[in-house]
């Protein structure tokens, strides 16, 4: 089945241990992003990549890092978390030029 | 990207057809017309996109204006596992601003 996968789907950490969630995608996707969904902001993109070694900035990126070794693989890395970057986020893929992106079914994190 | 506006919030009766309407009178020629839905919680999910022409899936139907400036979505048979929020998304097709916009959306909430 075509899909994207998160880990965990549910984390509770506390401020300041490093973390990652994976996010692996079995379509060959050239593709990936990530975004993050709060209340009353709506969905905002962290980082995006484009292909194995290629990333970039989305719109909320500090705090965060990416990486893309491998096409199917885009980890999301938070090297110190704070408790604002408790949220929902998710990982998504697509194949080209059409945005008909596949989303994973999300990470909920809380850093206390 | 264009703007989009859409209705808040909709009801529809379980069975009916949903109609869901965006505007979008700024388009420019080469963008297209994407609708994603989110179910609470869940990953956005795709569900069809079009240029200018009439467009149909095993999802959902589009229908876009002659002169673009208004679509809409259309579920033949709304299920209550339909009630979700709505994205309308203008893209152009490939470019360089690799982000995809969710607004606010419309809330579908089908009635048994």
């Known amino acids: 089945e075509a899909q994207v996968t998160q880990n965990p789907r549910y984390l509770i950490t506390v401020t300041g241990k490093k973390l990652t969630v994976t996010c692996s995608q079995n379509?060959?996707?050239?593709?990936m992003s990530w975004y993050r969904q709060d209340p009353g902001l709506g969905l905002r993109q962290i980082y995006y990549?484009?292909?194995?070694?290629?990333?970039d900035k989305g719109d909320v990126p500090e705090g965060y890092k990416v990486s893309r070794k491998e096409k199917r693989n885009f980890p999301l890395i938070l090297e110190s978390p704070s408790p604002n970057q408790t949220s929902l986020y998710f990982c998504?893929?697509?194949?080209?030029?059409?945005?008909?992106?596949?989303f994973g079914s999300g990470t909920r994190l809380t850093v206390v | 990207d264009a703007k989009t506006t859409q209705p808040t919030s909709m009801d529809c009766a379980e069975g009916r057809a949903a109609n869901l309407p965006c505007n979008h009178s700024?388009?420019?020629?080469?963008?297209?017309v994407y609708w994603y839905r989110q179910i609470h919680s869940q990953g956005p999910q795709y569900i069809i996109h079009?240029?200018?022409n009439n467009e149909t899936n095993e999802m959902a139907s589009l229908i876009i204006t002659e002169d673009r400036k208004s679509s809409t979505l259309i579920l033949p048979h709304a299920t209550l596992r339909d009630t979700a929020v709505y994205y309308c998304?203008?893209?152009?097709?490939?470019?360089?601003?690799?982000?995809?916009?969710f607004g606010k959306g419309t809330l579908l909430t089908v009635n048994p």
């Open positions: 998504a893929s697509r194949p080209g030029q059409v945005w008909d992106y596949t």
């Open positions: 990549s484009m292909n194995v070694e290629v990333t």
């Open positions: 379509m060959n996707h050239e593709y």
């Open positions: 079009g240029l200018k």
């Open positions: 700024t388009i420019s020629g080469n963008e297209y």
């Open positions: 998304i203008v893209k152009r097709r490939g470019g360089s601003n690799y982000k995809l916009t």
